[in-house]
């Protein structure tokens, strides 16, 4: 049985998730169809992104996940359909499918636009039926235009100093008011973010109840949270913001 899984931002109380879901069932009738969150802030294209990478790898072989936070919709962007790692990726060239067009193995085509679709609602008029078409078996290369320029995003990387330490960045931001960073240790040691020095813990529990700490998360990377508590509002944190990591543990005050 196929499946299809669904990211966008378009929440839940106007139907337009469920004019998705019609477009899906009709065309590939039997289809378990996923929501995986449509509670990604309006336009924002790299919180869709960091999503994505998050699940699309762990679906089965045959999977489709459609991803549509498209603030481009109905510009000359193109409308991408990816294979990659036995799995279908769609959505606009925005660079919200990136965790799947670095791979080597990616085959990309360029979806044709039908005369008919809204100017504004390419989820429905153009990604759902060509998720449909690959959920029942149609071939990728059949749907479009192979396509090899397209945007693609990484996460920033982060630098070392001369004194040994790492500079990163919050990169997003949780529902939880985690910051998470793109800071990457297996040895423990401390960070300053917000102006505030935290050893990293293992976890939440290992601190006292409101305090800051670093903790490493389930993706590798090095998160700053705040124990029961949001901590880019306790510390101000936001995307893009510095975050520094230093080799050792820092006594705690």
């Known amino acids: 049985m196929a499946v299809i899984t669904l990211l ?21 009738p039997g289809t378990v169809v996923m929501d995986m969150s449509h509670d990604i802030p309006p336009q924002d294209i790299e919180a869709a992104r960091l999503a994505l990478a998050r699940y699309w790898r762990r679906f089965p072989p ?6 549509v936070v498209d603030p481009g919709v109905g510009t000359e962007r193109a409308a991408l359909a990816v294979a990659s790692g036995g799995q279908f990726l769609l959505g606009p060239d925005n660079g919200v499918l ?9 085959e990309i085509v360029a979806l044709p636009i039908p005369p ?7 989820g429905r008029d153009v990604f759902a039926p060509a998720a449909a078409s690959l959920a029942i078996g149609v ?10 320029r397209v945007v693609r995003k990484r996460t920033p990387e982060a630098h070392r100093r001369g004194d040994g ?12 008011g985690n910051a998470v960073t793109n800071l990457v240790t297996r040895a423990g040691g401390s960070v300053l973010a917000g102006g505030y020095h935290m050893n990293i813990a293992r976890t939440y529990s290992d601190v006292e109840d409101a305090r800051p700490t670093a903790v490493i998360g389930s993706t590798g990377f090095v998160e700053i949270a705040v124990r029961n508590g949001h901590a880019a509002n306790r510390l101000q944190l936001r995307r893009g913001d510095e975050v520094v990591l230093h080799k050792n543990s820092t006594p705690i005050e």
């Open 8 to 28: 966008t931002d378009f929440g839940t109380a106007d139907g337009y998730v469920a004019e998705m879901k019609g477009a899906l069932v009709s065309g590939a």
């Open 62 to 67: 045959g999977t489709v996940h459609i991803a």
């Open 98 to 106: 990136s965790p799947a067009l670095f791979a080597l193995d990616a």
């Open 116 to 122: 008919s679709a809204a100017h504004t609602f390419h």
């Open 139 to 148: 071939p990728l290369l059949s749907l479009g235009e192979t396509i090899t």
């Open 165 to 176: 330490s790492i500079v990163g960045e919050v990169i997003t931001i949780d529902r939880f």
